[in-house]
Each structure stands twice: as structure tokens, then as C-alpha cells.
């Protein structure tokens, strides 16, 4: 299989899965289907972010050569929402390393406070500031904030998301 040309040939559930599965094969394969990732081509880059996704359920081990690209991916302006959706995606899932930290706290506090980000965006990125906040307890009064000032303009995924945090805050609090 060339994945580049099965992403191309077509974009359903079903393709994604099959590309995903093929990626999962071997590390050349899954390298192959990064490759495409970060292909120039928006529409490239934007269905194989779909199938790294899926990939990354099946075997998460595969991605670990490249989590920093992923985190590099997230300030990048010239792609697909769906690259950027599916790196944060990818990322609030991982135990990510902690160089990278400040860049990925950056990264999703920009998306929460710019009133244009998708809401998908916002919400994984909400998620993977309180993964963070465990390490970073100081970045919770700022991620507290940022949800209670939102919370009239925001959608119901990011009040959901949103509401889980200020909840699992007040128990921490409650508790120490």
C-alpha cells in the first residue's frame, strides 16, 4: 500500500481505519503515514491526521519518536484545523515530555483565549492543561479563569469539559 495514495483515493471512516491499520504494521509504515502528516498539501496533511489518530489507539507506542512534531504541528497557521485537532487530540492522551511542556501549555492556552479556535481545539486543549496542572498547579487559577470567562460564549462541549475541571478543582481544594 502507498499511503499517500490511499488517502487521496478516498476519505471515509472505513479508509482511515485501513491506512491506520496498515501504519500500525511497521515502523516504516507508520513513519510513512507521519510523513504525509506533514505533507504541504492541505488536503494530504488534513485526511491523514484522521488516520493518525486511529493509529495512535491501536498502537500509542508508535508515537513516541514523534511527539515533538506533534507539538510542533500546534503553531503552525498554514494547515488543516484537523492537523492541529488531531495533534492536541493525540497529545492529551500522552504522558508528554517535559521539555516540551511550556511549548504545549502555550499552545493550548492560545487556542482557549482566541475566540476563532474550533471548538474541538478548545476542548482537548482544556483537557490537556489539567493533565499538565498536575504537574503545573500554578497554571490552574489561570485555566480557572480562562473557563469562567468563557463559559457564556462557549459552546456545550467546552462547559462540559470545562465543568469537569472546576469540579475535579473544588475537590482538590476541598481536600488539601
Same mark, same amino acid.
Given at each position: 500500500?502507498?499511503?499517500?495514495?490511499?488517502?487521496?483515493?478516498?476519505?471515509?471512516?472505513?479508509?482511515?481505519?485501513?491506512?491506520?491499520?496498515?501504519?500500525?504494521?511497521?515502523?516504516?509504515?507508520?513513519?510513512? *503515514?507521519?510523513?504525509?502528516?506533514?505533507?504541504?498539501?492541505?488536503?494530504?496533511?488534513?485526511?491523514?491526521?484522521?488516520?493518525?489518530?486511529?493509529?495512535?489507539?491501536?498502537?500509542?507506542?508508535?508515537?513516541?519518536?514523534?511527539?515533538?512534531?506533534?507539538?510542533?504541528?500546534?503553531?503552525?497557521?498554514?494547515?488543516?484545523?484537523?492537523?492541529?485537532?488531531?495533534?492536541?487530540?493525540?497529545?492529551?492522551?500522552?504522558?508528554?515530555?517535559?521539555?516540551?511542556?511550556?511549548?504545549?501549555?502555550?499552545?493550548?492556552?492560545?487556542?482557549?483565549? /482566541?475566540?476563532?479556535?474550533?471548538?474541538?481545539?478548545?476542548?482537548?486543549?482544556? /483537557? /490537556? *492543561?489539567?493533565?499538565?496542572?498536575?504537574?503545573?498547579?500554578?497554571?490552574?487559577?489561570?485555566?480557572?479563569?480562562?473557563?469562567?470567562?468563557?463559559?457564556?460564549?462557549?459552546?456545550?462541549?467546552?462547559?462540559?469539559?470545562?465543568?469537569?475541571?472546576?469540579?475535579?478543582?473544588?475537590?482538590?481544594?476541598?481536600?488539601?
Amino acid at each position: 500500500m502507498h499511503i499517500r495514495e490511499e488517502i487521496l483515493a478516498e476519505h471515509s471512516k472505513a479508509q482511515s481505519m485501513k491506512i491506520a491499520a496498515f501504519a500500525c504494521s511497521s515502523p516504516k509504515n507508520f513513519k510513512e *503515514l507521519m510523513h504525509c502528516f506533514q505533507d504541504p498539501e492541505y488536503r494530504v496533511a488534513q485526511r491523514a491526521a484522521w488516520s493518525v489518530c486511529h493509529a495512535v489507539q491501536l498502537k500509542p507506542e508508535m508515537i513516541q519518536p514523534y511527539i515533538s512534531m506533534l507539538v510542533d504541528q500546534l503553531d503552525r497557521s498554514d494547515v488543516h484545523p484537523a492537523v492541529i485537532r488531531n495533534s492536541i487530540r493525540i497529545l492529551e492522551e500522552l504522558e508528554i515530555p517535559e521539555a516540551l511542556h511550556g511549548k504545549v501549555m502555550n499552545a493550548c492556552f492560545r487556542f482557549i483565549e /482566541t475566540p476563532a479556535t474550533p471548538v474541538a481545539i478548545k476542548a482537548f486543549s482544556l /483537557t /490537556t *492543561l489539567h493533565h499538565l496542572s498536575r504537574l503545573y498547579p500554578d497554571i490552574r487559577h489561570e485555566l480557572k479563569l480562562l473557563i469562567e470567562d468563557n463559559w457564556e460564549h462557549e459552546t456545550a462541549a467546552f462547559r462540559s469539559r470545562g465543568r469537569k475541571i472546576l469540579k475535579d478543582y473544588s475537590a482538590f481544594k476541598s481536600s488539601s
